[in-house]
């Protein structure tokens, strides 16, 4: 018989705080985002989501300021902003990086509107297409690597899976609603080709105290000529 556990019910802070290190980008700013949220887009993005980069054209950067910064200076007589400074100039060549999240939820998924409502209610921008939702969000980026960026690599940290009952119930629910199912018995059925993660979602179900969970394996054939072929064994 499957021994049951139960994640211990204790109180936890509603927002959640991303790393506050600087972006390029002001529009990437990490605001904090309600945890509840954060753990129901976390679970999709294991469903479904995957997480690239899009790496810019190398620059050369002769001031150390900002663009805004630079230019609300005062013009010398030789028509030089006075801001340009021994101190403030610099000679390195930069490459922007900007994060970017794709959820494969098509239009009429029913996971599609829950995860626009919650990324409208947290104030992130996103875009839509009839088959994705793209995000640019640097601090769902930086979460959605450890989790993994391709399907076969996607695992749950364990900081969530430490999570109290109703953190870990959120994520439960954005994982099933877009890679399985539930039962009416309380039992989870997860599809998946990531091994690791069939071990993480059995250690979930069995701390939420689940009457059982199920997991259908998918091989993924290697990709060959440009396609991948995905089957069940």
């Given at each position: 018989?499957?021994?049951?556990?139960?994640?211990?019910?204790?109180?936890?802070?509603?927002?959640?705080?991303?790393?506050?290190?600087?972006?390029?980008?002001?529009?990437?700013?990490?605001?904090?985002?309600?945890?509840?949220d954060l753990m129901y887009v976390l679970g999709l993005?294991?469903?479904?989501?995957?997480?690239?980069?899009?790496?810019?054209?190398?620059?050369?950067?002769?001031?150390?300021?900002?663009?805004?910064?630079?230019?609300?200076?005062?013009?010398?007589?030789?028509?030089?902003?006075?801001?340009?400074?021994?101190?403030?100039?610099?000679?390195?060549?930069?490459?922007?990086?900007?994060?970017?999240?794709?959820?494969?939820?098509?239009?009429?998924?029913?996971?599609?509107?829950?995860?626009?409502?919650?990324?409208?209610?947290?104030?992130?921008?996103?875009?839509?297409?009839?088959?994705?939702?793209?995000?640019?969000?640097?601090?769902?980026?930086?979460?959605?690597?450890?989790?993994?960026?391709?399907?076969?690599?996607?695992?749950?940290?364990?900081?969530?899976?430490?999570?109290?009952?109703?953190?870990?119930?959120?994520?439960?629910?954005?994982?099933?609603?877009?890679?399985?199912?539930?039962?009416?018995?309380?039992?989870?059925?997860?599809?998946?080709?990531?091994?690791?993660?069939?071990?993480?979602?059995?250690?979930?179900?069995?701390?939420?105290?689940?009457?059982?969970?199920?997991?259908?394996?998918?091989r993924t054939a290697r990709p060959e000529r440009?396609?991948?072929?995905?089957?069940?064994?």
């Amino acid at each position: 018989m499957t021994p049951r556990a139960k994640t211990i019910n204790m109180s936890f802070p509603e927002m959640y705080v991303f790393d506050e290190s600087p972006h390029w980008n002001a529009a990437n700013d990490c605001r904090p985002m309600n945890r509840l949220d954060l753990m129901y887009v976390l679970g999709l993005y294991t469903a479904d989501g995957s997480a690239d980069s899009d790496r810019g054209t190398p620059e050369r950067r002769r001031t150390i300021l900002s663009a805004s910064k630079y230019v609300s200076g005062s013009r010398s007589a030789l028509g030089r902003f006075t801001t340009a400074t021994p101190d403030t100039q610099s000679d390195r060549t930069i490459q922007r990086i900007t994060p970017r999240i794709r959820f494969s939820v098509p239009h009429g998924d029913k996971a599609r509107i829950p995860l626009i409502e919650a990324l409208e209610r947290n104030n992130i921008k996103f875009r839509v297409d009839p088959n994705n939702v793209t995000t640019h969000h640097l601090g769902l980026y930086r979460i959605a690597k450890s989790i993994g960026r391709r399907s076969w690599e996607k695992s749950i940290p364990r900081w969530i899976l430490d999570s109290p009952a109703q953190c870990l119930h959120r994520f439960l629910d954005g994982l099933l609603d877009g890679d399985g199912n539930r039962r009416a018995s309380g039992s989870r059925t997860l599809h998946t080709t990531s091994c690791e993660l069939v071990r993480d979602f059995c250690e979930a179900s069995i701390r939420m105290g689940s009457g059982g969970c199920t997991v259908t394996p998918c091989r993924t054939a290697r990709p060959e000529r440009g396609r991948t072929c995905a089957s069940r064994p």
